[in-house]
């Protein structure tokens, strides 16, 4: 059963814009955290933004004033928008879900692909 889909990835030059989207099922949907994470090569996977119940957000100080993490209740999504995007964020992106900061997570998907040239 997929229960995370990730979409809207793809190559684009520095300074451009792309918007992720991630379709949950409603049950991870109705998780208290919903945020985007993205692994490099080489490197760990890394909170980008998370979206509270509540509405509070957190971004990753690399990201701050270029991401924003929104949702559509009605359409069970969360979606990513990212402007002036920099090579250095090239990376594999994914959403998850979590009840709480010292929750675990669900299981990863296939993520999508974020590749920006310089």
């Known amino acids: 059963q997929v229960q995370l889909v990730e979409s809207g990835g793809g190559l684009v030059q520095a300074g451009g814009s792309l918007r992720l989207s991630c379709t949950a099922s409603?049950?991870?949907?109705?998780?208290?955290?919903m945020g985007w994470y993205r692994q490099a090569p080489g490197k760990q996977r890394e909170l980008v933004a998370e979206?509270?119940?509540?509405?509070?957000?957190t971004y990753a100080d690399s990201v701050k004033g270029r991401f924003t993490i929104s949702r559509d209740n009605a359409k069970n999504a969360v979606y990513l928008q990212m402007n002036s995007l920099k090579p250095e964020d090239t990376a594999v992106y994914y959403c998850?879900?979590?009840?709480?900061?010292?929750?675990?997570?669900?299981?990863w998907g296939q993520g999508t692909q974020v590749t920006v040239s310089s």
């Open positions: 979206l509270t119940s509540g509405g509070r957000t």
């Open positions: 409603r049950s991870i949907f109705s998780s208290n955290f």
């Open positions: 998850n879900a979590r009840w709480g900061e010292l929750a675990d997570f669900g299981s």
